[in-house]
Structures are given as C-alpha cells and as structure tokens.
Antibody, heavy 130, light 106 residues
C-alpha cells in the first residue's frame, strides 16, 4: 500500500527558506504513470496547489508561487522535496504531498488525459514566525 | 488562470438527505474536474475524477456530473460519515481548487 510522509521543520523564520521532504513507501517514485505534487492549506482556508514533479525531474508550478518554489526529486531515496524561499506569515499552512495519477480516456469526442491526486500524505504544519 | 467557485459555501442537512453541491469554472474545462472530501485534521480524499468517474473504494452514493463550466457533486443519501468539506478541482490547466463547501448536521 502506497504511503507518503512529509517531514521538515515546523517553524521557519520570515524571509528564510521553507524546506520539506516527502518520502514515498510501498511503491516506486520512478513509475511512469505518476507525477508527485505539493499542496498547502492555510489555517481555516482552502487548498492551494504548489507544484508537481515527474521522476525525470520535469516540473511545473503554480504561477502565483513560481518565483519562490523549487521542487526536486531523489529517486535513489524515493523522495521528492519542496523549497519555498522568502517566506512570510502568509506561507503558514499545512503542507501536503500527494501522488498525481494520470489516466487516459478515449471517446467519440476525442482523447483526454486526466490528472488527479489520489494518494495523500497526512500533512505537516509549518508556521512562519520569528 | 482558471478560477473555481462553489455553491453553497455551507449547508446543513440530515442523514438520508439528498445533497447537491455545485462547482463552476471561469472558462470551459471540458470534463477535467475532480472532487475531494476533507474531514477536520485530515488530508483530502479523492471521490470523483474526470467529472463523473468514481474513485475505487468510494461509495456509490457519491456521483458527479457536468462538463464545460458547470459541475455537480451529488450524495444520494447522506450518511453520518459524509459530514465534511468538499472541494472541486480543475485539472485542465495546472490545478485550481474551489473554495469548498462545508456539509454539517442539521
């Protein structure tokens, strides 16, 4: 059974860089069917997708965060990581990692490729404060 | 950027009720729409993908419909374990979540 586990500091100072790692167990991060993503949720608010990475290292990011985000992968450790620079209090949130599955579908209307987050970590709380 | 809205933002319902939640995209997203359920202190759980495909292991009382800009999530007979917040998510162009709909006990 695939499991994801976030880890990293729970407290980060303003202007510093937030660094988190997601460890994948029960399956390989190098599977060709999946991307791996980061999502966050500020206290009492909704979900925000941060970015995603393929095992090859190909990435794509939320445009609103792109200038501050770096996601990387270490296939030898079955891990992927998030770095968010120049953090402020607005970056305080629960950070989740998730598997992003792709599934193709063909109909009379054409060919479609759907992505969705089907396996999630439990989340880790990161507070930005001095 | 594609913006997602949901209505209502919250609703109160009783066990056994039929519940419908609406999600609207700011532009056409075909059927690139997913639904998630989130309980307090827990990670979101995938319910529906591709607008109407039921994720494995999800009870059949959950169903999704719609295409283009308008989508619905329906719970045919609300159960005690269904009281939660529900989010839609578009996957047409990167990902954007809706603001959520909280379903609580009447």
């Amino acid at each position: 059974q695939l499991q994801l586990q976030e880890s990293g500091p729970g407290l980060v100072k303003p202007s510093e860089t937030l660094s988190l790692t997601c460890t994948v167990s029960g399956g390989s991060i190098s599977s060709s069917s999946y991307y791996w993503g980061w999502i966050r949720q500020p206290p009492g608010k909704g979900l925000e997708w941060i970015g995603s990475i393929y095992y090859s290292g190909s990435t794509y990011y939320n445009p609103s965060l792109k200038s501050r985000v770096t996601i990387s992968v270490d296939t030898s450790k079955n891990q992927f990581s998030l770095k968010l620079s120049s953090v402020t209090a607005a970056d305080t949130a629960v950070y989740y990692c998730a598997r992003q599955t792709g599934r193709s579908s063909t109909s009379s209307l054409g060919y479609y490729y759907y992505y969705y987050m089907d396996v999630w970590g439990k989340g880790t709380t990161v507070t930005v404060s001095s | 950027d594609i913006q997602m809205t949901q209505s209502p933002s919250s609703l109160s319902a009783s066990v056994g009720d039929r519940v419908t939640i609406t999600c609207r995209a700011s532009q056409s997203i075909s059927s690139y729409l997913n639904w998630y359920q989130q309980k307090p202190g827990k990670a979101p759980k995938l319910l529906i993908y591709a607008a109407s495909s039921l994720q494995s292991g999800v009870p059949s009382r959950f169903s999704g419909s719609g295409s283009g800009t308008d989508f619905t999530l329906t719970i045919s007979s609300l159960q005690p374990e269904d009281f939660a917040t529900y989010y839609c998510q578009q996957s047409y162009s990167t990902f954007t979540f809706g603001p959520g709909t909280k379903v609580d006990i009447k």
